[in-house]
Each structure stands twice: as structure tokens, then as C-alpha cells.
């Protein structure tokens, strides 16, 4: 069982910056792939980025590429999404999420946050 619990999300400016942090419960974190995934209103639920277990691999989503960037300390159980250049179509609650597998995770994962509300504006 994994408990995931997202902060870091704000109001923003376009253009600005914010982190994200997941802090994750439970021993065997570092065996579990970590993601980030975004809702926005009226809009399902999307991948956003996903990172390996060990941290050698990530996958972003195109419109992640090149503005945000991955990374997790299994020291400190938590998985952080670094965000910049935001814009206003950034907008969604951004939700973490976990599971074994790192290419499974991009369709969803196992466990769930409850999410963090990030606004952007224009």
C-alpha cells in the first residue's frame, strides 16, 4: 500500500514557475514508478510525466517536453515536478500517482493523491 500526498500548487503568473512535491508513505517506495498526471475542468484526466523507479528513465508528455522536468530523492520518499515557463492552458489539478511499472504508469496508475490545483494566468 502507498499513500501519496501532492503540495506546491499555487496561483501563478504565465510565464512563472512552480514545484510540485508527492510525498509518498510506506517502505517500499523505491520500487515503485512515480508520475504526474493533470485534470483540467471538463477534460479527463492526463499524463503528464513519469519517472523509473532507480530515476534513470522519464517520459513527458508533448506538452511537458522541454518546460518541465521529473525527478524523486527515495531518501525522502517524495517525487517532485519542477514547472516552468507556465501557461495558461496549465491550468488542472495535478494529481500523483504510483505503480511498478514505469511504461504502465503513463495509462494510469495504482495509487492515487488527491491532487493539487494548479492555476495559471494570463
Known amino acids: 500500500q502507498v499513500q501519496l500526498v501532492e503540495s506546491g500548487g499555487g496561483l501563478v503568473q504565465a510565464g512563472g514557475s512552480l514545484r510540485l512535491s508527492c510525498a509518498a508513505s510506506g517502505r517500499t517506495f523505491s520500487s515503485y514508478a512515480m508520475g504526474w498526471f493533470r485534470q483540467a475542468p471538463g477534460k479527463e484526466r492526463e499524463f503528464v510525466a513519469v519517472?523509473?523507479?532507480?530515476?534513470?528513465?522519464?517520459y513527458y508528455a508533448d506538452s511537458a517536453k522541454g518546460r518541465f522536468t521529473i525527478s524523486r530523492d527515495n531518501a525522502k520518499n517524495t517525487v517532485y515536478l519542477q514547472m516552468n515557463s507556465l501557461k495558461p492552458e496549465d491550468t488542472a489539478v495535478y494529481y500523483c500517482?504510483?505503480?511498478?511499472?514505469?511504461?504502465?504508469?503513463?495509462?494510469?496508475?495504482?495509487?492515487w493523491g488527491q491532487g493539487t490545483q494548479v492555476t495559471v494566468s494570463s
Open positions: 500517482a504510483a505503480k511498478r511499472g514505469v511504461s504502465e504508469l503513463v495509462s494510469g496508475g495504482d495509487y
Open positions: 519517472i523509473s523507479w532507480s530515476g534513470d528513465r522519464t
